[in-house]
């Protein structure tokens, strides 16, 4: 009997190994080939699953089933060529970071769509009634589904590695994700072949899409559910590896499934000492995908040699753009005392909400401004970012209910205990570079996304809560709850007491980083975002310095999640409001779109992102299509970001003034051979 | 002859089955300028790599003033001295001309900085990195257009600015690879002219291909042909060498 259900677990992680086969396929072969790191491919998923409802519902599960397992994935391949088209391919050449802000602004897109042609409930995907009737094997009872399942994938498996291994379109992807620039030296113009992978990965991960929502069910999350394993099954495998995502999908499948399945379980009894599986349902696939990068950064089937191409160029916001350093101090002087005089305008406009909001924008804007550290200056882009922030979080929060309630301890602990985090976790990653560390740091943060469901301490699933900050020191002081004090007849409450401490913070990180990176340390910082090999050969360690600026970035998040747990909007802290990877993507988003690189850009992006949200939600319900839209407009038309808005501005206006022959202001190429 | 600045024991290094370099022992005085020549593939730049650090050697001895590198990272050996230049320009263009030298300039004194200034201090306000970044702009020229961008300068002052990088660092040798490669022959007099105007004064090693400019500017010259040391010598004896003709001179130039 025991055998039997081990057996009916190995065939259901065989079962939804199979669909992270298909997943990953398209994912890696997309990175192999163009660098892109599509995280748009979960939607893509999910909008194969959805369009399968609507061509199920006119025809029927009998035939509507097998009609929209051809047709959707056909369609979806199209929508993806065409997404490839438009938006991918103007980004060939710089660096995969901006392929980050594209495909997360296709996230919002598509969800979106999803959401208003098909609505957010949960739905049920038809499949015949002989597909989904239980059947018993040897005494191991699945549904025959399962096998289908299996079966249909394995099948589509094979029809795609025929491809890529035996015909002459294959033979040059293939050759593309080992060598693009080799293949186009031998007169191929991969370019093209780029629409048609686009294309079919999209269609595979539709079928995907479409076999495990009849397994399971049709939502909204799915495509975000299943994003981040495919992630894990193709750096497994392998970035670029066919054969990688094949193996990569169903150990990771396998693995799941097994683990959630017998967690805890008793394995053998020896005497007075019994052997149990550990409880690392969820941990086991990070822990494995950081040992694999740790030990063969290029996947276990990889073949890629580490940064093989030279990497694309990272934009920075520009040098100060047009405006005069004396004008930006100003400016910089004129928001802050703005921004604190904004609370008067608030109370007279009677909604504190706004304050709320406000208080969101500046624990942002310091977690957006500890992210540009590592990003703008050091070159390192982290996709696990958010561990420090939940980290930091949950760290005031444990601090706050155990031992000290006063708001300077709890900040410190938090920047503490984040620094000392990433001092780990920076020790152990940054010794691969690139893409591969960003896929290590996103492990971490899975792993600690996963690991505080798991503990009592961290209050699992439900978060932390119960927990207030006390402003002071030992007894000296107020609770932030207790303080409220009217002045010209308005109440004033503890949103505007934190308003203040979360402003003066703000302004000092600001201060501190701004400092830093005008000091020879942050100056080396510099040197190694333009040329790694160069800084090192005039004598610079590198890597010593890129963990120490990891340190400081880390400790800085660690705040902004500080700030967070003392924010008194904050009544839970909670993994999914925290450690969820998707705020990972959030602050890489929001840097960008400021404009990285300067400090003051992300803090800008913060607020306009917030801002945003804010004014738009409250106006239509799809927002989330429109900032997406709008992150997509700018990584095409103002890569620099936000700050980067006056030069072009002034550069459009000075084009437009001597039309003869006028200069282009950022291509200064007359440099070639005079 | 004076004291020797660089020494290789049996340098080998092998990729696979192939051994790129293969037992070669250099020995460079102080003060000389040497030249290593060899047709493609002789395995120049691999031992200049393994001198660097950039990769490490299978077997075999590197030695810097006497002291054992082999297993010294590559940051390390610039900071005792051992600087290098790069065939592809390789300054850092985003930054103006002035803080691509003065970066150089700190690496030497980054030691002296305690972290508290190397977090808070103004990075303009150390005075003897100031003066050394003074005096490098001037000795390639450059101090004219230090507040400018490295990437807007003409390519033949960014080979300036290239060099003044390395100069900053204040090596006692440096390692030139092929620095006139893919120049026009004015262009590869005037970057010679440069390395004798700036260099003169530091023991030099110079990878090269163009076998008239090695004879022209070398103390002594190393022949290097499928990784192995085929001669060394003046560049009179490297001339008169039967072996070298028989190997390279005879074979390669036509």
Same mark, same amino acid.
């Not at chain 1, 990068?293 to 940064?307: D, M, S």
């Not at chain 1, 501005?649 to 282009?664: F, H, I, M, S, Y």
């Given at each position: ?20 086969? #298909? ?12 660098? $892109? ?75 979106? $769509? ?27 009872? $699945? ?8 079966? &249909? ?266 620094? $000392? ?20 740091? #996103? ?193 095409? &038309? ?37 | ?16 089955? +192939? ?99 190397? +977090? ?135």
């Amino acid at each position: 009997m025991v055998a039997a259900d081990f057996i009916e677990q190995l065939l259901n992680g065989l079962t939804l190994g199979m669909v992270y086969v #298909l997943l990953a396929a398209g994912l890696s072969v997309i990175f192999g080939v163009m660098d $892109v790191i599509n995280f748009s491919h979960g939607e893509l998923f999910a909008l194969g699953a959805y369009f399968s409802l609507s061509i199920i519902a006119p025809f029927g599960a009998g035939t509507g089933f097998w009609i929209a397992i051809v047709v959707a994935p056909v369609v979806v391949g199209l929508i993806g060529a065409a997404i490839e088209r438009t938006t991918v391919r103007p980004l060939y050449g710089r660096d995969p970071l901006y392929h980050i802000l594209l495909t997360f602004g296709l996230v919002l897109v598509i969800n979106d $769509v999803i959401r208003l042609i098909w609505g957010t409930q949960q739905r049920q995907l038809a499949v015949p009634e002989y597909l989904s009737r239980p059947v018993s094997i040897l005494g191991v009872q $699945v549904s025959v589904y399962n096998y289908f399942m299996i079966v &249909f994938a394995a099948l589509l498996a094979v029809v795609t590695w025929y491809l890529l291994n035996r015909t002459k379109y294959g033979m040059i992807i293939r050759a593309g994700s080992q060598d693009r620039e080799m293949v186009r030296n031998v007169g191929i113009d991969i370019d093209q072949y780029y629409t048609l992978v686009f294309g079919v990965g999209a269609a595979l991960a539709a079928v995907a899409g479409i076999v495990l929502g009849g397994y399971q069910n049709v939502n909204t999350g799915m495509g975000n559910s299943v994003i981040i394993p495919a992630f894990v099954v193709v750096v497994l495998g392998g970035l670029g590896s066919f054969r990688g995502a094949v193996f990569g999908g169903l150990l990771v499948g396998v693995v799941q499934t097994l683990m959630r399945a017998y967690s805890g379980s008793v394995l053998a009894t020896f005497g007075d000492t019994t052997l149990t599986v550990p409880n690392l349902e969820g941990l086991t696939v990070y822990l494995l995908m950081i040992a694999v990068l740790l030990v063969k950064p290029q996947g276990l089937f990889g073949t890629r040699g580490e940064e093989s191409d030279g990497e694309g160029e990272i934009l920075v916001g520009g040098y100060g753009g047009v405006l005069a350093d004396s004008t930006r101090v100003r400016l910089g002087g004129i928001a802050v005392v703005a921004l604190a005089l904004a609370p008067i305008a608030i109370l007279f406009m009677g909604d504190q909400y706004y304050l709320v909001v406000l208080n969101e924008i500046l624990i942002w804007a310091i977690f957006a401004l500890s992210l540009d550290i590592v990003m703008g200056y050091a070159g390192l882009v982290p996709l696990g970012h958010t561990m420090f922030y939940g980290v930091g979080a949950y760290t005031a929060a444990l601090v706050m209910l155990h031992y000290s309630q006063s708001v300077f301890v709890v900040l410190l602990g938090a920047i503490l205990i984040c620094a $000392v985090l990433a001092w780990v976790v920076g020790s152990l990653s940054i010794r691969v570079s690139g893409v591969y560390f960003a896929m290590i740091t #996103l492990a971490f943060a899975e792993l600690l996304y996963s690991a505080v469901f798991k503990f009592d301490f961290t209050g699992g699933s439900d978060g932390l809560l119960g927990f207030e900050a006390f402003l002071g020191l030992g007894t000296v002081g107020e609770s932030l709850s207790n303080i409220e004090f009217g002045l010209l007849g308005y109440e004033l409450g503890q949103q505007f007491v934190f308003y203040y401490l979360a402003l003066l913070i703000a302004v000092l990180s600001f201060l501190f980083a701004r400092r830093m990176m005008n000091a020879p340390f942050g100056s080396v910082l510099q040197s190694i975002r333009e040329s790694e090999e160069r800084a090192e050969f005039i004598g610079y360690d590198v890597n010593r310095y890129k963990r120490r600026a990891f340190v400081i970035s880390g400790g800085m998040a660690g705040l902004a999640g500080g700030l967070l747990a003392v924010s008194p909007s904050t009544v839970i802290i909670s993994p999914d409001q925290t450690l969820n990877w998707i705020h990972s993507g959030e602050v890489i988003v929001i840097a960008l779109f400021g404009g990285m690189g300067t400090l003051y850009g992300p803090m800008i992006g913060s607020g306009v992102f917030f801002g945003a949200e804010e004014f738009l939600s409250s106006y239509t319900d799809q927002w989330r299509l429109i900032i997406g839209t709008m992150f997509i407009l700018f990584v095409l &038309f103002v890569p620099r970001g936000i700050v980067s808005i006056p030069s072009l501005v002034a550069q459009r206006l000075e084009t437009a003034n001597n039309a003869d022959g006028a200069v282009d202001m950022d291509e200064p190429e007359v440099r070639s051979d005079d | 002859m004076t004291e020797t600045v660089l020494e290789t024991d049996g340098l080998t290094k092998r990729f696979g089955k +192939l051994t790129a370099v293969d037992d070669v022992s250099l020995s460079v005085s102080d003060g000389e300028f040497r030249s290593v020549i060899g047709p493609n593939g002789a395995g120049k730049t691999t031992t200049f790599n393994l001198i660097t650090g950039a990769l490490s050697p299978s077997e075999g001895v590197v030695r810097f003033k006497g002291e054992d590198i082999t297993n010294v990272a590559p940051h390390e050996r610039v900071g005792r001295g051992l600087g290098r230049s790069f065939q592809i320009t390789n300054v850092f263009g985003g930054l103006t001309v002035r803080e691509n030298v003065r970066l150089a300039a700190q690496s030497v004194y980054s030691d002296e900085i305690n972290p508290g200034e190397a +977090l808070f201090r103004d990075k303009n306000g150390f005075e003897e990195i100031a003066e050394q970044t003074r005096t490098v702009l001037e000795q390639i020229g450059l101090q004219d257009r230090a507040d400018e961008h490295a990437e807007a300068l003409a390519y033949g002052d960014q080979r300036r600015l290239e060099l003044g990088l390395v100069l900053a660092t204040d090596p006692d040798l440096v390692m030139l690879d092929e620095p006139t490669a893919g120049m026009s022959s004015e262009e590869t007099q005037a970057t010679m002219n440069l390395i004798d105007e700036v260099l003169s004064d530091r023991s030099l090693m110079l990878i090269e291909h163009d076998i008239d400019l090695v004879m022209r500017v070398s103390d002594r010259i190393t022949v290097l042909t499928r990784g192995e040391e085929l001669a060394s010598g003046t560049p009179e004896e490297i001339a008169n060498n039967e072996d070298v003709r028989d190997a390279y001179l005879g074979g390669v130039r036509e």
